[in-house]
């Protein structure tokens, strides 16, 4: 319980003191790189300081060019060991709810991050197709493509909407499984407690290989995929 107070009064001063002249540099500059570069640092401070060690594998899978991330959903810290892990920036489709935070949303608007409701199909969709615009620019995403947590850290159906991405954009689908995060900080609870997680990137499929025809044989290769690289309690029920 101390370390997870002591992480969260470190992170909420850093959102306070740290992150509005970033977000005022960024819309100055139009360059959110630092902005992002330093999130991602104070990030890896915050996994420190929960005790949580971040084992990542398979970072030479990550293609030169535009993709999208693929991952399993089991933890809210998912997105704290996942994303600083990438070696790259990358944007990230987001509850429209938290846009409207003070300074933290600004913040995930200027890094090029996505609103969605995903109770609403039409703003799903739109979501969908800024995601597409940005990836023909370069620009890669990372999805938790079961839409949702799982209540219990095994893995659940993937949605469509990363795949469709990666079709329509014709980039690459990097595979990815996080393991041990559901032991961290399981749904409903609110302490996270120490242990190591595995981030484990599996060889990326092509996209460009697949029309939107096609679209439920490839969620079924990356599904499987980020199925095998899962410890047994977090491999999906037949």
């Known amino acids: 319980m101390i370390r997870t107070s002591v992480a969260a009064i470190s992170l909420a001063l850093a959102v306070i003191l740290i992150l509005p002249w970033l977000v005022l540099w960024t819309v100055i ?10 999130a991602m640092r104070i990030i890896r401070v915050e996994t420190r300081l929960l005790g949580i060690r971040v084992n990542v594998q ?16 089991a933890s809210n810290i998912d997105p704290m060991v996942m994303i600083p892990a990438i ?26 991050f996505v609103p969605v409701d995903r109770g609403d199909r039409e703003s799903a969709s739109a979501a969908v197709w800024t995601a597409v615009a940005n990836l023909k620019k370069g620009f890669s995403y990372a999805i938790f493509a079961e839409g949702t947590r799982s209540p219990d850290g095994r893995m659940r159906p993937f949605r469509r909407g990363a795949f469709t991405m990666a079709i329509e954009a014709g980039v690459p689908i990097v595979p990815v499984s996080l393991a041990g995060t559901h032991r961290a900080l399981a749904k409903g609870k609110g302490i996270v407690k120490p242990g190591q997680v595995t981030v484990r990137l599996a060889p990326a499929v092509e996209g460009s290989a697949y029309t939107i025809d096609q679209r439920q044989q490839m969620l079924a290769r990356v599904e499987a995929v980020v199925a095998a690289g899962l410890p047994a309690d977090q ?3 037949p």
């Open 235 to 237: 491999q999906p029920l």
């Open 87 to 112: 070696s790259r920036r990358v944007g990230i489709l987001v509850k429209q709810e938290l846009f409207g935070i003070p300074i933290f949303g600004t913040a995930m608007r200027v890094a090029q």
């Open 58 to 73: 398979g970072l030479e899978n990550i293609p030169p060019a535009a993709c999208v991330f693929v991952a399993n959903h």
């Open 29 to 38: 500059s139009g360059k959110p790189d630092l902005m992002y570069n330093l």
